[in-house]
């Protein structure tokens, strides 16, 4: 049997104005590094011959009922606004209702030039193409909405950045590709017909339950609220927070410079470009209401009067920060073992992590340990962990099974950067030995990993530490 995908396009039949018509550029030699045989399943993917796999996730041969398209968007980067971005080097097979009956979008991300590249080379290279699929589908194991990976596929074609890099494809699948940053470009153009479509789709799509702006505004609110409260919960720091990375579903998208911290400090920055900490790992609170205030701006025009949408768009936004605190909040106390925070377990939560800010102490390692009860080891002055120690036992003693709340909520596995990074250079090597080692390890984050394992959760030594992570264009 051939490769086969059981499309059911519905971005393709929205006006011309969302996109541009463009299949993929073929390749040179496409060989299959990876294949996500579990969710090809989920989406009802007849996964045919690897040389099949190969040809259509490297764009060489276009699946029947594909509709390959390039979406326009638009997009606040670092605060400053780009009316004109939009996919440059990803494109959009399209559409597939999965098995659960949820319509996923599948895109391949290095599929060549589309109009919307700029001076881009429509292209990745194997580094980031791999470290996206890694760090979503350990994403995905951690419980957090993400966009998850089908294929990695080699191109065989050089791609030139400081020096010459191996090519890669990506194929990657979300609930849909819609960014604040695709409202903002019809809204920067005044072109309200598109909006409407716009937002009507969404609504559709992502918000049924949703009768009016407003409403899917506070729901997109509450679901960002949860996401960046979950990230900070697993010591993640996506890195490039711009409004064009920021997607309606509430998924997790865009691992450019994404990186899990090892020692916990809260303004911890690895993206090359982010020199002024703005999306810095404390930052990322902040940063998301800035984005969904940009959303709301995007959305008046829709409203037939203006200053009451100004005023109870507003309202919405400002309420964001105490939904990501109760978030925040809720997940941090299950990280302790606390089920239902009460008043004082804020400080509680905020002293354990000042202690972590001091000692360096490694963020994922010290909560898991936390979890084991031999935390202890992590703090240099070990007599003021005992005091917070204290507190803490006299507080669990009205919970019940803290342990197994701990354990469910602070990751044994993450990926490590110095071992994402180890494992890049294995590949572009021609070792995928390394890469599927993290990958099924990665898929079990919650549970003690098996001895071979083990060597996975320890923090980098002095010399393997990573300071920089880059964006991967
Ligand atoms: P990103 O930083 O991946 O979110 O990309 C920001 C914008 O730059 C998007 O419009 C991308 O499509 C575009 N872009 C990034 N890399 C490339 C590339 N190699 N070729 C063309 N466009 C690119
Ligand atoms: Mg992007």
Wanted: hydrophobic share 40%; aromatic share 8%; with cysteine.
């Amino acid at each position: 049997m051939t490769l086969t995908i059981p499309f059911d396009n519905s971005y393709a039949r929205l006006p011309d104005s969302f996109f541009s018509r463009q299949p993929p550029a073929p390749v040179a030699a496409p060989e299959l590094l990876a294949f996500n045989d579990a969710l090809a399943a989920e989406l009802g993917v007849d996964p045919g011959t690897a040389q099949d796999r190969a040809d259509v996730f490297a764009g060489n041969r276009t699946p029947t009922g594909a509709d390959p398209l390039a979406q326009a968007y638009a997009g606040h980067q670092f605060g400053g606004f780009n009316p004109q971005l939009g996919d440059g080097r990803a494109i959009l097979l399209g559409e597939v209702v999965d098995r659960h009956g949820r319509r996923r979008d599948i895109q391949i991300k290095g599929a060549g030039r589309t109009p919307y590249s700029r001076m881009g080379d429509g292209r990745a290279w194997m580094g980031p193409v791999l470290r996206e699929y890694l760090l979503s589908e350990a994403m995905h194991a951690m419980g957090i909405p993400t966009t998850r990976a089908l294929a990695a596929v080699a191109t065989g074609e050089p791609v030139y950045r400081d020096a010459a890099l191996p090519g890669a494809a990506l194929t990657r699948v979300a609930a849909s590709h819609i960014r604040v940053g695709t409202f903002q470009y019809f809204a920067a153009r005044q072109d309200i017909e598109s909006l409407k479509a716009l937002f009507e789709h969404t609504r559709a799509r992502h918000f049924p339950q949703a009768q009016s702006p407003l409403e899917v505004l506070e729901q997109a609110i509450e679901r960002q609220a949860d996401l960046v409260a979950s990230w900070l919960s697993v010591g993640f720091i996506h890195g490039v927070m711009n409004t064009d990375n920021t997607a309606l579903s509430g998924e997790t998208i865009d691992y450019g410079p994404a990186a899990f911290m090892d020692s916990y400090h809260p303004v911890t920055v690895y993206s090359s470009i982010d020199r002024q900490g703005r999306y810095s790992y404390d930052n990322q609170p902040r940063i998301i209401v800035w984005n969904m205030a940009q959303l709301a701006g995007a959305l008046v025009p829709l409203m037939p009067d203006t200053d009451d949408a100004i005023a109870r768009f507003t309202d919405a936004v400002n309420a964001m920060p105490a939904r990501i605190e109760a978030a925040w909040r809720r997940r941090f106390a299950a990280k302790i073992g606390i089920d239902a925070p009460q008043d004082g377990d804020e400080a509680l939560i905020n002293d354990l992590l000042g202690l972590m800010a001091e000692a360096s102490a490694d963020f994922t390692n010290t909560f898991r340990d936390l979890a084991h009860g031999n935390a202890r080891h992590h703090f240099p002055e070990p007599e003021r962990y005992d005091d917070w120690h204290t507190r803490w036992q006299d507080r669990l003693a009205s919970e019940t099974d803290p342990a197994a709340r701990m354990l469910a909520a602070n990751p044994a596995l993450i990926p490590r950067n110095h071992r994402v990074e180890e494992m890049i250079q294995a590949a572009v090597a021609g070792d995928m030995t390394p890469f599927h080692q993290l990958l099924s390890a990665l898929s079990t984050p919650y549970d003690d990993p098996a001895p071979e394992n083990r060597a996975l959760t320890e923090p980098p030594q002095p010399h393997e530490v990573v300071r920089q992570t880059f964006c991967g264009t």
